[in-house]
Every structure is written in C-alpha cells, then in structure tokens.
C-alpha cells in the first residue's frame, strides 16, 4: 500500500513539472471534489448459495466522498471513501436477511478515453482505469482488493461536473453503479 502511495505521488510530482497541453485542466482547476451515491450488488458467489433458497436481492446504497487529481489532460488520479447506509439485505422464503456492508477507502488511476466538446464551456468525458480499495470485513479487518471503474463526465461552465459511471469490485465480485456531482478547483 504504501508502494502504492508513493508511485502516486511522484506520478502527480512529475506531471506537474512537466510541460502542459491546453486543455480544461491548464485553467489550473487540477482537483476535483465530488459526492454522490453508490448502489452496491452482492456478489456472485453468495448468489448461488441465495438462489438455491430462492432469494430476492435488495442492492445495497451508500454515500461517495470522490476526489480527483487532475495532473495531466489525459490522467486521473481518483480517490473515493464509499460509506453504506444500509445492510446488505436478501429475501429469503418471505424473510429479511441483512448483513452489515463494508465501508471502502480507495485510490488509483483513470484515464480519458475520449472527449466531446458539446459547446464553449461544456464537454462529456469518458474515465476508466484500475483502482484498489481498501475494504473492511465483519469483524473490521483490512481486505485490499482491485476494481476496475469507468464514468461519464459532464463538465459545465468552468467548474461544474455531474457524473455517472459503474465499477467491478474483482476481488469480491461485486459490481457498483454510482452518480453525483462536483466541483472542480
């Protein structure tokens, strides 16, 4: 983990020394800070062992604390904290199963695959890139596990961003939808 965090810093360090394209990011608005919401689907394995008890899955909301370091015009460095606001829960022959849902601490990279300018000050950007997150089981001990992540972006005027993107947790099986908005400064 801490490889991880000093890769990243001396990623962020370099762009910045580097020389700059002009793009959005060279209005020096590098970070944004987000909050949204995240809908959690249970994994695949626990599906089979639900399924053969006919279960009804009930997806799992949580709150998304997302930031983004924007050195370059092409590379992003996100960082999420997904914090659940329910329990897992299930159906099982017309009874409610709730299990407690993890918070997550996350960070890797994203790229722009693409851009549209759809006038002066708006354009939709298209993210997605590797990540890993920092899960915490039943009992609170630390899983680190991958997830890959990609959003649409709409940027408005200079600082207004809405977003929405999916994400698959590889490690647990477990695939995301999230939505918010943003500032970029």
């Known amino acids: 983990m801490r490889n991880l965090f000093l890769f990243l810093l001396i990623i962020f360090f370099s762009q910045n020394i580097s020389a700059q394209t ?6 020096k608005r590098r970070f ?3 909050f949204g919401t995240n809908i959690l689907f249970i994994p695949d394995s626990k599906l089979i062992d639900i399924r053969e008890e006919e279960a009804l899955i009930i997806p799992t909301s949580s709150i998304l604390l997302f930031g983004e370091l924007r050195p370059d015009h092409r590379m992003r460095i996100p ?3 997904n914090l659940p606001i329910e329990t897992k829960q299930f159906l099982v022959n ?3 199963i ?9 960070a890797g990279l994203e790229f722009r695959i693409f ?9 939709v950007e298209f993210e997605v ?3 890993i997150s920092l899960l915490f089981d039943k009992k609170s001990n630390p899983r680190v596990s991958p997830l890959l992540a ?3 972006r709409l940027q408005q005027n200079d600082n207004f961003v809405m977003f929405i993107g999916t994400s698959f947790n590889i490690g647990i099986n477990v695939f995301g939808l999230y939505f918010g908005t943003g500032v970029l400064f």
């Not at 002009?22 to 209005?27: A, E, F, R, V, W």
């Open 22 to 27: 002009q793009d959005s990011t060279s209005q």
């Open 32 to 34: 944004e800070l987000s």
């Open 79 to 81: 960082l999420f904290f």
């Open 94 to 96: 017309n009874q409610l």
């Open 98 to 106: 709730s299990e407690r849902a993890s918070p997550a601490l996350g």
């Open 115 to 123: 851009q549209i300018e759809i006038d002066e000050k708006s354009k």
């Open 129 to 131: 890139g590797p990540l």
């Open 150 to 152: 990609g959003r649409f």
